[in-house]
Every structure is written in C-alpha cells, then in structure tokens.
C-alpha cells in the first residue's frame, strides 16, 4: 500500500513557475514509477509526465514538454514536477500516481493516487 499527498499548488500567472510536490508513504517507493496527470473543469483526466523506478528515463506530453521536469528522491520518497512558463490552459487538479503493471501513459498503468493540488494560472 502506498499514500500519495501533492503539495504545491496554487494560483500564479502566465509565465510564471510552480514546483509541485509528491509525499509518498511506505517502503516500496523505488518499487514503482511514477507519474503526474491533471484534469481541467468538464475535461477527461490526462497524462502529465512520468518518470521510472530509478529515475533515469522521463517521458512528457506534447502540451508541457520543454516546460515541465518531473524529478524523484527515492531517499525521500519524493517525487516532483517543476512547472515553468506556466500558461492558462495548464490549470487543473494536478494528480500524484504510482504504478507497477506497466502502461505508464494511461491511467490503468497506476495502481495509488493522491488527491490532488489545485493549480490556477491567470491570464
């Protein structure tokens, strides 16, 4: 079993940054890869970035590649997804998920998710 709780979120304007953390609970961290998505108002939930067990290998969505860094201390049981030139269409839930089956692009891929960080970025 493995706890997620984002962090970070909150309201910024257009070009400006947010980091957004993921607090995981457990001794299995290293055991899962882990990924962000986010969901707008009325749109389906969508994939963000994602980044393996050992923190070697990253893979973003078209949408913030060049713009985001998705980031992991498997030490700290931290993983993290620093935003930058952030644009209005970026606001959403922003979600925390761990897999272990593989399909790390969808999310039937993740197995725990957090709850969520709002972010706001205003025009």
């Known amino acids: 079993q493995v706890q997620l709780v984002e962090s970070g979120g909150g309201l910024v304007q257009a070009g400006g940054s947010l980091r957004l953390s993921c607090a995981a609970s457990?001794?299995?961290?290293?055991?899962?890869?882990m990924g962000w998505f986010r969901q707008a108002p009325g749109k389906e939930r969508e994939f963000v970035a994602t980044?393996?067990?050992?923190?070697?290998?990253?893979y973003y969505a078209d949408s913030v590649k060049g713009r985001f860094t998705i980031s992991r201390d498997n030490a700290k049981n931290t993983v993290l997804l620093h935003m930058n030139s952030l644009k209005p269409e970026d606001t959403a839930v922003y979600y925390c998920?761990?897999?272990?089956?593989?399909?790390?692009?969808?999310?039937?891929?993740?197995?725990?998710w957090g709850r969520g960080t709002q972010v706001t970025v205003s025009s």
């Open positions: 998920a761990a897999g272990s089956r593989g399909g790390r692009l969808r999310d039937e891929g993740y197995d725990y």
């Open positions: 457990g001794r299995t961290f290293s055991s899962y890869y």
């Open positions: 980044i393996t067990r050992s923190g070697d290998s990253t």
